[in-house]
């Protein structure tokens, strides 16, 4: 599909969604550049993402997609900006090109290439930092209900519990890592534009270095979150370690008290015929009180030490 949205001076932005290869030709026919395909966005290293080629300029981008899901994921953009045109190629849906072309449309002056260029940059950051500052909130919410409560310290939680704690952990991580991925691309792309002599616009220029050091925050931010997501996995790990340890505690001492008595019960279990004790008329109440006292005495010893 492709979307096209007339600009200021007869300039134009095309927007191919999943383009076919139709599609790519008819662009490619009209542009007289070559539309790289999703394999070939893919397979870029990221010190080759952007060049110049045949009097266009050709970027390419990671965003985050699928960002209201549980999976998160990042997408390639490629983005061509040649002479009045604006060309970008993308394989995912995303909120932030919708942003931007209902602002484009709603408004009276329309923008030039480049304007639009770097208003979508803009759209793509602010829809990161969003994604940045709900997971923000998430961590912030869970490193409040990761440690008990006073009045919840004797309430253990379920395995079910935890492991859905930890789930929730591992899927913030993930959002934090693709908007730190994308905002990197981001950056990288801003950075590229200002070193372009062809790009002397002081208005663009303004806005991009304006847009370079939003980027730097909010990475900063995302670098903040990531930290405080930390601190909440390793926090909920020291409860998990001392819960476990509690009841590794209370088996051991049980082990300890019951020790004694078993002794006591097993010497005098024997059926050996010469054993004194077989005579005795209080030997069964006798072994019973000992059997009693050898449980007795190293609890209020475990008490007295303060393990229980």
């Given at each position: ?7 200021v ?51 390419a ?83 409040l ?55 002397e ?5 303004e ?39 509690a ?5 051991s ?26 005579t ?5 109440p ?23």
């Amino acid at each position: 599909m492709i979307r096209e949205i007339e600009l200021v001076g007869g300039a134009r932005w095309l927007d191919l969604v999943s383009p076919t290869s139709e599609e790519e030709a008819n662009v490619e026919d009209n542009l007289g550049i070559d539309v790289p395909t999703q394999e070939d966005i893919a397979k870029n290293e990221p010190s080759s993402r952007f060049y110049r080629e045949d009097g266009a300029t050709f970027m390419a981008a990671q965003i985050v997609v699928h960002s209201e899901t549980q999976l998160p994921q990042t997408s390639s953009v490629a983005v061509i900006l040649k002479h009045d045109t604006l060309v970008t190629v993308r394989y995912e849906n995303s909120r932030a090109f919708d942003l931007c072309f209902s602002e484009i449309q709603r408004s009276e002056s329309k923008p030039t290439s480049t304007s639009a260029l770097i208003g979508l940059i803009e759209a793509l950051v602010d829809r990161t930092a969003e994604l940045l500052e709900g997971a923000a909130n998430a961590a912030d919410d869970m490193a409040l209900s990761s440690v008990p409560l006073e009045e919840e310290a004797s309430k253990r939680r379920t395995v079910a519990e935890l492991e859905t704690v930890l789930a929730e952990v591992q899927r913030l991580h993930r959002r934090v890592a693709k908007v730190r991925e994308s905002l990197v691309s981001l950056g990288r792309m801003t950075g590229y534009l200002l070193n372009q002599s062809e790009f002397e616009d002081p208005e663009f220029r303004e806005r991009a270095q304006s847009m370079s050091r939003d980027i730097m925050s909010v990475t900063d931010h995302a670098t903040f979150v990531a930290q405080n997501i930390q601190f909440v996995l390793d926090t909920l790990l020291g409860v998990i370690s001392v819960e476990q340890n509690a009841v590794v505690k209370f088996f051991s001492i049980v082990a300890v008290v019951l020790l004694p008595p078993t002794l006591i019960a097993a010497i005098y279990g024997m059926n050996f015929e010469t054993m004194p004790e077989l005579t005795w008329t209080w030997g069964y109440p006798a072994a019973l009180a000992a059997m009693l006292a050898s449980a007795v005495l190293p609890y209020l010893w475990c008490r007295k030490r303060g393990w229980l």
